[in-house]
């Protein structure tokens, strides 16, 4: 049975939709949780400290234990101040669920400057300004989870969602480099990628009909996601640097691999039209590996050249 008796937990965007399920189960299992919610609007709009309120209430009313933070994640001073909510009312941090989000959809020719600045400092900018002050908590600990809300958009692209996606990608990044630097100190960083009913869905489509019939709208309830999350964030867990989907109670490993691609003769000087020639190779998907790190695939590469790195 996995428990998170004695455990403290932050998890942003945490008053409604995902982060809400995400709070309530954690809560469930005996975590003390830092309910971290801004609450504006889905573009990013505006405040209303009732959303984080109404889910603390709702963990102290099924005798769990809950504190709100209404800081927003897109600044240092923010990220701090939601770090210190559960060092101050706890005196611990041991798991981060970084999920605080803004979502719209703007064609890529017609996205300013500003929509993709705003994108990213929520997601991107708020997940570095979260999990800086969270990680030098955990490091003295000797102990900490990061659960990081990527999205399927960011590995695998969607229309209209350029600012998205790419903020999105960037945490699988910031994530993965955590991982290998939090590894000395019992610090593990791993990335989900969920799909599940919330504004972002309602709100783009707006077709409450069109929602109702969709089968696929109706299989992602948001709490099918969330045993995931909390399976991430327990002790329980014992690896990292990996990302994962959830969607609709399918559990599944998202990675990226590496082909073996063409070797050019190392005493050599290859061309654009050799690539051409040996395009077979280059673009093959099998035999392939998942490096651990930049340095694998550099060690990869020495070992074929019979050079040491």
Request: aromatic fraction near 8%.
């Amino acid at each position: 049975m996995i428990d998170f008796n004695g455990r403290v937990a932050v998890v942003t965007g945490a008053g409604r939709g995902l982060g809400r399920e995400y709070a309530l189960a954690l809560a469930r299992r005996g975590a003390a949780v830092v309910v971290n919610d801004l609450g504006g609007s889905m573009s990013g709009r505006g405040s209303d400290i009732a959303v984080a309120d109404q889910v603390v209430a709702e963990i102290s009313a099924a005798g769990g234990t809950a504190v709100a933070s209404y800081d927003s994640v897109d600044s240092p001073e923010g990220g701090e101040a939601i770090v210190h909510a559960a060092l101050d009312r706890f005196g611990r941090l041991d798991a981060v669920i970084s999920n605080a989000g803004i979502f719209n959809s703007i064609p890529f020719d017609e996205l300013s400057a500003e929509d993709w600045r705003r994108m990213l400092r929520v997601h991107l900018d708020g997940g570095f300004y979260l999990s800086q002050p969270a990680y030098r908590a955990m490091k003295s600990q000797g102990y900490g989870r990061f659960v990081f809300i990527a999205s399927s958009a960011g590995m695998f692209g969607q229309h209209l969602e350029a600012h998205y996606a790419a903020a999105k990608a960037g945490l699988v990044g910031l994530s993965n480099v955590i991982a290998l630097e939090g590894a000395p100190h019992g610090i593990l960083a791993n990335t989900v990628l969920p799909f599940g009913m919330s504004r972002m869905v309602t709100e783009t489509l707006g077709d409450p009909k069109a929602l109702e019939d969709n089968g696929f709208f109706r299989a992602i309830r948001p709490e099918l996601v969330a045993p995931l999350v909390v399976y991430l964030a327990s002790n329980s867990c014992e690896f990292s640097h990996q990302n994962f989907s959830a969607c609709a109670g399918r559990f599944a490993r998202v990675f990226v691999g590496l082909g073996e691609g063409w070797m050019a003769p190392s005493d050599s000087n290859p061309t654009a039209d050799d690539v051409a020639a040996h395009l077979s190779e280059v673009t093959a998907t099998e035999p392939f590996t998942v490096p651990g790190s930049i340095y694998d695939e550099v060690f990869g590469v020495t070992e074929r050249l019979g050079v040491n790195a």
